[in-house]
């Protein structure tokens, strides 16, 4: 029991190098959306993508007794979406709000007698390409905190190599972030420097990223 505690604590864990604000009043948090808000405004062509989120947990479940190695897999690496509004020069990368949907937590506990209690909250990332800002909102445990940094500037590196995702052909990039390897696939039929998190600047919407801890697919593109 102490280990699965251990485990769901972990999903709440942030870890970064920038300032980390905790803001103690909501008002201060609506001053944060006003100047996204200003920022966007005077644009009016924009897309909205959705991306499905999926953990990669096999180090952390290998702590795990094997008996109930799968049911805890299924519960933690369920997928997240996010929605990803993209501006002219800036977008905005938010967690959706599932919070009036079900889980599947009282069939797990029903069924092995161990309840997965995992730290929710909401997320939404600001970048602006423009000015190399970036912005991390987060709230978790009932308490709001502000993340605020330089835009990273990725040093990507363009691979031959093709693929289709849905009905995008998509070419290869390689780099790596904090001495871990990550893999991005994007297609220049969407022409904006943008993708999911704190991925950016290919030459093309970024459709899929996989790093060692977490991937990052498409399933939806709109056009506003």
């Not at 942030?14 to 100047?35: D, G, H, L, P, W």
């Not at 009016?44 to 991306?51: E, H, K, V």
């Not at 978790?140 to 990725?154: A, H, M, Q, T, V």
């Not at 691979?159 to 990550?182: E, F, L, R």
């Amino acid at each position: 029991m102490k280990q699965l505690c251990l485990l769901a604590i972990t999903i709440a864990t942030i870890s970064c190098n920038s300032q980390v604000i905790k803001k103690e009043k909501s008002k201060n948090m609506e001053t944060t959306k006003t100047i996204v808000s200003n920022k966007t405004s005077d644009i009016q062509d924009s897309y909205i993508i959705t991306y499905e989120e999926t953990k990669n947990m096999e180090d952390q479940l290998s702590q795990v007794p094997e008996s109930l190695r799968e049911q805890v897999r299924k519960q933690l690496t369920a997928p997240t979406n996010y929605d990803l509004t993209i501006y002219e020069n800036s977008s905005i990368y938010e967690k959706q709000d599932l919070s009036k949907k079900s889980t599947n937590s009282d069939d797990l506990k029903a069924e092995s007698g161990v309840q997965i209690i995992q730290m929710k909250g909401k997320s939404r990332a600001y970048k602006n390409r423009k000015t190399n800002q970036y912005l991390n909102e987060s709230s978790i445990l009932g308490k709001d905190f502000l993340i605020s940094d330089e835009l990273r500037n990725i040093d990507w590196i363009l691979n031959p190599d093709t693929k289709k995702i849905g009905q995008y052909d998509c070419k290869k990039a390689t780099t790596t972030i904090d001495n871990s390897p990550v893999e991005a696939w994007y297609t220049a039929s969407i022409p904006v420097s943008d993708g999911p998190d704190e991925f950016w600047g290919l030459p093309g919407l970024i459709i899929e990223v996989k790093t060692i801890n977490k991937n990052y697919l498409a399933t939806q593109i709109i056009k506003s």
